[in-house]
């Protein structure tokens, strides 16, 4: 008997698992709460970052195999429930990443002008659930909290040239948001020193090729950093020493790397009013920890973006690791005929390709529990049954010859325009793009 997967989530740990249980002779239902595939390969990665995008081809050929399916538009929760996708398939693999950001307890943190860069990437990015958000880039100077490459995305997506924006999918509505926007400064606020940021180096170093945009570091800080303790953390550092060195060119626009920080208060007039500054602790290092000095800095700003890495969000009657705020899982096993995979498994860490990895360890377990014979019992597993329950349950799901239809109508968008696709950016066009009649 053909054993059969519900994966729920088509980002890269979803895909990646679809592939390889596929190579094992299993079928495959990919799941998606939106009507697009590829996760934050679509929502996340940043717009002038095409290469990274380009792994999408690689999901493609996945999809092109036989016993592969797509849901689309179809959420865990809302659409469907656990229980009955166990009623229906061997396994159900959650690759549902991780939906909530973290949060910095502070005061202020939710004043209008502070945002979460999820909301952001997600908007510039042309997420449906996001599309609608107002950013005030009316400010002059921004602050971005966090030293991953989350919040060195943003701090470049902010000081773009319109040039360098032009030829990328970023959303029609950011591209004119960021027209308009006035920020013409930006801090990156790291708690650690430089030796401790999260950064990778081509991230570090394209901060020093922007366009328009000096990068300023202070020598002093730099001078001061501990002994890097991995070769990316050396590299970054060295780094970041050229750039404490170097001479500004002044351009119209910079970003600064200041360490030693940490957010205590987001300011702003009344007790809601909008952001005009961060009041921050000087830090300094022990034992590799920020510990405050008793100092303290306002850093005078109109736009905070908090970029302190993500949470998962429980899913019903699942077990749950509260302090890790994951699934609680053994090396992907969740429970009988259930298991975890990307994220949502090991928590927000990693690239896109620490996914595949990630996923045989997951699809490793559920083949020792189909050799032993421990999988799920679904009672209703007929694939054509399937199809039927759900496309009475969501009708306009899209499928994955919609979502091609969705992607033939982004690219053509963009041809003319010489950029790789004009997003479709609500549920509505979306749907309607991927809605398939028998006449097409
Ligand atoms: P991240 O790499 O975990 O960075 C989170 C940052 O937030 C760290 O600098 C952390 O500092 C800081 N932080 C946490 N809590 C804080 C607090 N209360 N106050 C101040 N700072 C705080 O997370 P991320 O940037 O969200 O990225 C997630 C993953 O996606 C990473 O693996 C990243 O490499 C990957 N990613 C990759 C790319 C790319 O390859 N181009 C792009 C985007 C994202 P501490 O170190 O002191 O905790």
Aim: include cysteine; charged fraction near 25%.
């Amino acid at each position: 008997m053909t054993h059969r997967a519900a994966v729920i989530g088509a980002g890269p740990a979803g895909f990646y698992t679809t592939d390889q249980l596929l190579g094992a002779g299993w079928e495959v239902d990919l799941y998606d709460a939106l009507p697009t595939p590829f996760g934050l390969v679509r929502s996340g990665v940043a717009p002038d970052h095409p290469k990274l995008k380009s792994v999408t081809r690689i999901y493609e050929k996945t999809a092109a195999k036989p016993g592969f399916r797509f849901f689309g538009g179809v959420e865990l929760g809302r659409d469907v429930t656990r229980e009955e996708l166990l009623e229906r398939y061997h396994a159900v693999v959650y690759a549902v990443g991780t939906a909530d950001d973290n949060r910095l307890g502070i005061p202020g943190e939710d004043r209008p002008g502070s945002y979460s860069a999820t909301e952001f990437v997600a908007w510039y990015n042309g997420h449906p659930e996001y599309c609608g958000h107002r950013f005030d880039l009316s400010g002059g100077r921004a602050v971005v909290i966090g030293n991953g490459n989350v919040a060195i995305d943003v701090a470049r997506m902010l000081v773009l040239d319109p040039s360098e924006l032009a030829p990328t999918d970023t959303a029609d509505h950011a591209i004119e948001g960021f027209a308009s926007s006035t920020v013409d400064e930006v801090i990156l606020l790291g708690r650690r020193g430089p030796a401790q940021a999260s950064f990778t180096n081509p991230e570090v170093r394209e901060l020093g090729e922007l366009l328009r945009a000096d990068v300023v570091c202070d020598p002093a800080q730099v001078a001061e950093a501990t002994e890097p303790e991995t070769p990316t953390a050396r590299r970054n550092v060295e780094m970041f020493r050229d750039y404490a060195e170097r001479e500004p060119q002044g351009k119209s626009h910079r970003i600064e790397l200041r360490f030693l920080r940490s957010p205590i208060e987001i300011l702003g007039e009344g007790e809601d009013g909008p952001v005009t500054g961060v009041r921050v602790s000087v830090n300094r290092l022990e034992g590799g920890r920020a510990v405050p000095t008793g100092e303290e800095e306002v850093i005078e700003c109109g736009l905070v973006l908090r970029s302190i890495g993500y949470r998962g969000r429980p899913l019903d009657g699942l077990p749950w690791d509260e302090k890790r705020g994951l699934i609680a899982n053994e090396r992907g096993r969740v429970g009988p005929g259930e298991y975890c995979v990307g994220w949502i498994k090991r928590g927000p860490s990693g690239v896109i390709g620490t996914n595949k990895k990630d996923a045989a360890d997951t699809v490793a377990r559920i083949l020792e529990d189909e050799q032993a014979g421990t999988l799920g019992t679904p009672t209703d597993a007929d694939p054509d049954a399937v199809a039927a329950w759900l496309t009475e349950r969501v009708p306009d799901a899209v499928t994955w010859e919609g979502w091609q239809a969705i992607d033939a109508a982004e690219r053509a968008a963009g041809e003319p325009q010489g950029r790789p696709r004009v997003k479709l950016v609500t549920l509505e066009a979306l749907r309607e793009a991927g809605r398939l009649t028998p006449a097409r």
